[in-house]
């Protein structure tokens, strides 16, 4: 059991609800989800993680690592030196990916954005910043 309070909450960090306890450490959170052209399998996968290294001018500190469920689909992460992101695929029930940006160095969301939405040819695209 742990002496310290637990906050649990929705709210932004920073807010007074749930207050940043590292403000001294940059963290910039970017959820990115859409609607693909067509099925996304592993090969596409490593190959967007890759380009999105680039693109977001993170150094990769190894290659992408990906995985595949039978009930829930494809998975993927890279480890950047200064974080990471993770990718989800899905083909059923409808095809959909989901890419959450976790990184201790600034980057252009706009640029993350506009890099996923070209890569997979997105119908749809929505993003929040955290």
């Not at 609607?35 to 190959?47: K, T």
């Not at 190894?62 to 993770?86: D, K, M, N, Y």
């Not at 990718?87 to 890099?115: E, G």
């Amino acid at each position: 059991m742990h002496d310290a309070p637990f906050i649990a909450s929705k709210a932004p960090l920073g807010d007074a609800n749930f207050p940043d306890l590292a403000p001294d450490i940059l963290r910039q959170r970017l959820v990115i989800e859409g609607i693909p052209s067509g099925p996304i399998d592993d090969a596409a996968i490593v190959s967007y993680l890759n380009g999105l290294s680039d693109c977001c001018g993170m150094v990769a500190l190894l290659e992408p690592v990906t995985h595949r469920s039978p009930q829930f689909g494809w998975a993927g992460w890279i480890h950047w030196e200064t974080s990471g992101a993770h990718f989800y695929a899905w083909d059923s029930p409808r095809m959909f990916f989901s890419v959450d940006i976790y990184t201790c160095k600034a980057f252009d969301p706009v640029d993350a954005l506009t890099f996923t939405s070209e890569f997979f040819r997105a119908s749809q695209l929505v993003a929040k910043e955290f």
